[in-house]
C-alpha cells in the first residue's frame, strides 16, 4: 500500500508542503523566508510562525495543483510535530489536522528528524535499516543509527552550538552573510583547506561535537593576524573554517559506521547541503564500500516530501495520531509523542 | 565591581557554579563580550550549580532555552539577533523566568531596557588569552554578597 499523503513541515523558517505516494514525490513547494531572516542574521520565532499563517494556504494550493490531486483522493494528511520553534510548529500542525478533520481523513504527526533520516527513502528507494545517519542543521547535530524503522539510537550529539549554528557564527567572524552555511561553502572556493590548522575538538569522544572551541580559536586567530597583518586570503580562512567543522562531522560519523558496521550511511539537515561535506563523505564511503544515500541538497534542507514519506509509512503499518495530540517543540527522536 | 581572574575554562565554570548558589527566583543575569569568550561555558557552570541535568546548549540559534530541572528553571537566552526592545519584548523571556534565573547573553545591548534589578557580567580578554569576569551588580544586587563567588 503506498498512501498518499498531504504534508506539512513548518518547524523553523521554511513553510513547506509536499504531495507524495509513498516513497514518490508528486510536489514539494516551499516558501523560504531566508530573505525575511537575513535581516536579523538569523531566525526570529514570532516573524517565523506569522509569515508561516500567511502563506500555508497558497503553498497548499500550488502543492496539490502541481501534483495534480484533488483532496479527496488523499489517503492522510500528516505535519510536523516537532521539534522546533513552538509559534512556527502550530501552524503547519493545526492548518493539517484541520484539514484532516475536514475531510475525515487520518491525520499523522511526524518527528521532524524521523523525517531527514527518511528523506532519502525519496531518492533512493526502499534502501532497509540498519544505517548511521548524520543529522545536522542551525538547530540540531547528532548521529543517529536507525536499527529499523521507527528504532532509533542517538550515538552522539553536540555538546554545545549545532554545526550549522557555528557556520552562522564564523561566517559572521568573517563577514560574510546569513545563513553561514552557504556563505563559507562559497567564499571557501579556490582556498586551501590546510592553510589554517584549526583545533579538531573532542578527539576522546568518539561521536559527539563541540563547536565552541573552535569558534574561540578562530576568532583568535583573526584577530591576532590582523593585528600583525598577516590575514590570510578570506578563501584561505573560510576554507580552513569549513575543512575543520566538516572533519569532525565525517571523523565522528565514520567512527559509527565503524563501531556498528552498518552498511548503509546517510544524512539530512541544511549542513549536508554543504559541498565539500558531500564530497567527504562520498570519499569515505566508497573506501569502505558502504552505500551512501545522502540525497540532493533541496531534500537535506527543511521540506514537507520528508515528513510525507515518513507518514505513508507510517500510515500503512497504521499508525494515526490522536486528534487530542499537540506539537511538542521539545521533541527528542526515539521518544513518544506527549 | 568584583573583578575574578579566570586562567582557565574550569575557572570560568566555577565562578558560575559558585554564584548559581547564591540566585534567587526572578533574578536576572546579563552577560557581556565577543564571539568564543566564553559566555555559554559560563551558562553550561550555572545550570550544573542549580542541579540542572540536560546539556546546555548555545541558544543562538533558537534565542531561548529553559531548563526546568533543577532547584530553580533556568531561561537562557541570546539576544544577539535582535534589533529592538520590541523584538525581546514579544519574546517574553521575563514573564517565562519570573519563577527563576534568566540569563541574557550579549544582554548589555539592552541593558538600559531590561529591569534596573541585575547582575552583568563582563568578560575580559586580557592580553596572554585568559579570561577576567567583572561582576556588576545593579539595584537590589549591590546589596548581595558576592565575595563567596571570587
Known sequence: MNPLILAFETSCDETAVAVVRGAETLSNVLGSQVELHARFGGVVPEVAARAHVESIRSLTHQALNEAGIHPADLDGVAATAGPGLVGALLVGHSFAKATAWARQLPFVGIDHMEGHLMAPRLQFGDFEPPMVSLLASGGHSQIVHVDEWGEYQTLGSTIDDAAGEAFDKLARVMGLGFPGGPAIDRASDGGDPAAIVFPRALPDRPFDFSFSGLKTSVVTFIEKAQAAGELPSLADVAASVQEAIVDVLVAKTFNAVDETKAPVVGGGGGVLANRRLRHRFAEEADKRGVTLVIPDPILCTDNAAMIGVAAAHWLAAGRITDWTENVDPGLVLGQPLT | ?150
Open chain 2, 1 to 150: 565591581m568584583i573583578e575574578i581572574p579566570c586562567p582557565t575554562e574550569a575557572d570560568t565554570a566555577a565562578v558560575a557554579r559558585k554564584l548559581a548558589a547564591t540566585l534567587r527566583p526572578g533574578d536576572l543575569i546579563l552577560l557581556a563580550g565577543g564571539l568564543g569568550v566564553g559566555k555559554t561555558l559560563f551558562t553550561t557552570g550555572l545550570a550544573a550549580g542549580l542541579g540542572i541535568e540536560e546539556q546546555v546548549l548555545s541558544p543562538s540559534f533558537v534565542l531561548v532555552r529553559q531548563y526546568r530541572s533543577g532547584f530553580l528553571p533556568l531561561v537562557h537566552v541570546d539576544v544577539y539577533r535582535l534589533r529592538s526592545a520590541n523584538e525581546f519584548d514579544d519574546l517574553e523571556v521575563l514573564d517565562l523566568g519570573a519563577d527563576g534565573v534568566v540569563v541574557i547573553e550579549w544582554g548589555d545591548a539592552l541593558e538600559g531596557e531590561l529591569p534596573e534589578d541585575h547582575l552583568r557580567i563582563d568578560f575580559v580578554v586580557e592580553e596572554d588569552g585568559t579570561r577576567l569576569l567583572r561582576l556588576m551588580p545593579k539595584g537590589v544586587w549591590t546589596e548581595r554578597d558576592l565575595g563567596l563567588v571570587a
